[in-house]
Nanobody, 124 residues
Framework: QDQLVESGGGLVQTGGSLRLSCAAS????????MGWFRQAPGKEREFVAS????????YYADSVKGRFTISRDNAKITVFLQMNSLQPEDTAVYYC?????????????????WGQGTKVTVSS
């Protein structure tokens, strides 16, 4: 089966850090861009960050620029999201997704594979 599995979520205090991982299985997702989205209770899913297949094209939501860093290891078919200076408004379920165009970007409709999500809670 083809799937993406997120891990690394948890409970942290304001100002803390977490590193999320997303591992792929099944198809290789070769040439795919990888992205992170998040969804808080009662809110729409929002784009967080994406990285192109070769890593040269990276996008961040304005709300996370300077705090979050996306990276990937194609040999391990894994994408990471390093989250620093976490704030309560970062609390959400974070989803990993794969974009077959290889470009990434903030349009969720560009992504055709999604993980189940990992919960991030930032306490005051």
């Amino acid at each position: 089966q083809d799937q993406l599995v997120e891990s690394g979520g948890g409970l942290v205090q304001t100002g803390g850090s977490l590193r999320l991982s997303c591992a792929a299985s099944g198809r290789t997702f070769r040439d795919y861009a990888m992205g992170w989205f998040r969804q808080a209770p009662g809110k729409e899913r929002e784009f967080v960050a994406s990285i192109s297949w070769r890593g040269g094209r990276i996008y961040y939501a304005d709300s996370v620029k300077g705090r979050f860093t996306i990276s990937r290891d194609n040999a391990k078919i894994t994408v990471f999201l390093q989250m620093n200076s976490l704030q309560p408004e970062d609390t959400a379920v974070y989803y990993c997704a794969a974009d077959p165009s290889g470009l990434g970007g903030r349009n969720y409709q560009s992504y055709d594979a999604w993980g189940q999500g990992t919960k991030v809670t930032v306490s005051s």
